[in-house]
């Protein structure tokens, strides 16, 4: 199953299993990582699954998609070009390892 | 504002058991149910509370567990008082059925629309309200503003440009209260028909026009949709948006204006630094959250917070007791904009999680109190009459008295 670590802003790491077609925001809010909220559950409306994936990690990752780019826009946290919805990337052997920051705060 | 009373089905009397929600009275939720959460969360945080016939959950954690789970956690409530006076909504419905009404609604309240779009006429309507009022030195700014306000930039958003702000109001309120009225009481129900009969003929007026011309609106989407939704589905989810996108950035805007107001200090944060309105709008959703109450029902047994439910039972969502929760907010009961992180359900959570998120964040935060304090010189609470705040289920300042210097 691919591992997915997750990092606070304080530096603790949070290393999950996320089984293979779960997202990266369901991985985290069922693994207690209090840092991803995921109020919409999942739908691209809410903006408070928003996570940074470092950009030499960032080639693993599908494009940015039209809802995301437009949601993204409205984070709490600053957006940058690492940015990325968390509900909006799936899990697979191909994320393994990846490295998720996550934001000082959701809403 | 009278839905939380209205609900009360019989007294607290009527279970034997000596807990601590047979002891709840809905008159005492009404008027400051705070003190009340606060003991529910320590004491019973999953409460079956007779006076409301439904299990209260009061703890942020256990609404949080609620919402990620809305294959137990059921929105279809069984005879529901909304569907008798709405017609069958998306608020109560679930999995795909909902997700197909959602979609079709969805796209004119997605956040780039609202900005390039709704904003620049939620500006007029504060403005010209604004120049309404300006010459008077005083207002009260939940009657003469807020309401007017919301009702206008509903009726825009809809795609019901030519409602009157005060027939909107009126059908929001007839259809609101009915959803309450398990009394029932026959002229709450009158009321309630005519209004929904008026929005009937109010969107029968645009469907021609919006069908041969669409444009930003909700029912045009509604019509264009790649689904596109029924007369009949486009009439019920129209009033359900009238019944909940009114009086919800209403109170929010008025609740946060008194809250300014009433603490100068964060008042002179966000006049200097203007990206500190949206913190000011999280944080009054999150102190006085304009939904307190949504009511869900159990698909099968389960246990919430320790508590064992039955399969069937009734549940009442206490979020506005969730954004209390010393657990998660340090002095939960101080308005503080400055609180970070501040992690508030007040929109709710999971596949109902507002539509009109984005909407009320524009139409209150971005646009309305900029406005006010910018263009109302000297703005202050009058000194009478006193403010007054009630509900539970809805809950908001029921007046709020201003002064400025023209
Ligand atoms: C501060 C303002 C607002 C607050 C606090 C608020 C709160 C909420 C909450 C708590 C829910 C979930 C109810 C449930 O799950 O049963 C909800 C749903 C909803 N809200 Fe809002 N709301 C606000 C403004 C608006 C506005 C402006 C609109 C539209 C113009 C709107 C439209 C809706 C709709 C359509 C739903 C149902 C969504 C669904 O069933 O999928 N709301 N809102
Ligand atoms: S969970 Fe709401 S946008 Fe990702």
């Known amino acids: 199953m691919p591992k997915i670590i997750y990092v606070d802003p304080d530096g603790t790491r949070h290393v999950v299993d996320a089984p293979d077609g779960t997202s990266l925001m369901q991985a985290a809010v069922a693994n207690g990582v209090e840092g991803v909220l995921g109020e919409c559950g999942g739908s691209a409306m809410c903006a408070t699954c928003h996570v940074y994936v470092d950009p030499a990690d960032g080639g693993r990752l599908p494009e940015l998609g039209a809802d995301e780019d437009e949601m993204l826009d409205s984070t709490a946290s600053p957006r940058t070009t690492a940015s990325r919805l968390s509900c909006q990337l799936t899990a697979s052997e191909d994320l393994d390892g990846l490295v998720v920051r996550l934001p000082e705060e959701q809403i | ?406």
């Not at chain 2, 409301?52 to 256990?62: E, I, P, Q, S």
């Not at chain 2, 406005?371 to 300042?397: S, Y």
């Open chain 2, 1 to 406: 504002m009278s839905t939380g009373s209205a609900m009360s089905t019989g007294s607290a009397m009527s279970t034997p058991s000596a807990t601590l929600g047979a002891t709840v009275e809905l008159a005492r939720l009404w008027s400051d149910p705070y003190p009340i959460y606060r003991e529910l969360r320590r004491r019973e945080p999953v409460a079956w509370v007779p006076a409301a016939n439904r299990y209260l959950v009061a703890r942020h954690r256990d609404v949080v567990a609620l919402e990620r789970d809305p294959e137990t956690f059921s929105a279809a409530e069984r005879d529901s008082l909304m569907i008798r006076v709405m017609g069958h909504t998306m608020i109560r419905k679930d999995g795909a059925a909902h997700a197909r009404e959602r979609a079709a609604a969805e796209p004119p309240m997605r956040p780039r629309v609202v900005a390039n779009h709704w904003t620049t006429l939620f500006q007029r309507t504060a403005d010209e309200l604004v120049d309404g009022l300006y010459d008077r030195g005083e207002a009260d700014l939940l009657r003469d503003f807020a309401g007017p306000y919301a009702a206008r930039n509903l009726g825009l958003v809809l795609g019901l440009p030519d409602a009157a702000p005060a027939d909107l109001q009126e059908w929001s309120q007839a259809m609101m209260d009915a959803t309450g009225n398990y009394v029932d009481d026959p002229t709450v129900w009158r009321r309630s028909q005519t209004a929904a009969q008026q929005v009937d003929d109010a969107i029968d007026d645009v469907l021609g026009h919006l069908r041969r011309r669409p444009d930003e609106s909700v029912i045009s989407a509604m019509l264009h949709a790649t689904d596109p939704l029924s007369v009949e589905e486009i009439r019920a989810n129209v009033k359900v948006i009238i019944g909940g996108g009114l009086n919800e950035p209403r109170d929010s805007l008025a609740v946060g204006a008194w809250a300014l107001l009433t603490h100068p200090e964060q008042r002179a944060a966000v006049e200097a630094d203007p990206s500190l309105w949206r913190r000011a709008f999280e944080e009054t959703v999150r102190w006085v959250s304009p939904i307190g109450m949504y009511p869900r029902q159990t698909t099968r047994e389960v246990v919430l917070g320790g508590t064992r439910i039955e399969a069937g039972a009734r549940i009442g969502v206490l979020i506005g007791s969730a954004n209390r929760d010393e657990t998660v907010f340090a002095d939960p009961d101080r308005f503080d904009l400055h609180r970070k992180p501040n992690s508030h359900v007040a929109f709710g959570g999971g596949p109902h999680f507002c539509l009109g998120s984005w909407l009320a964040r524009s139409q209150v935060s971005q646009v309305a109190w900029p406005t006010l304090f910018r263009r109302l010189p000297g703005l202050q609470l009058a000194p009478e009459p006193e403010v007054e705040l009630g509900g539970w289920v809805f809950r908001g300042v029921l007046n709020l008295p201003v002064r400025w210097t023209p």
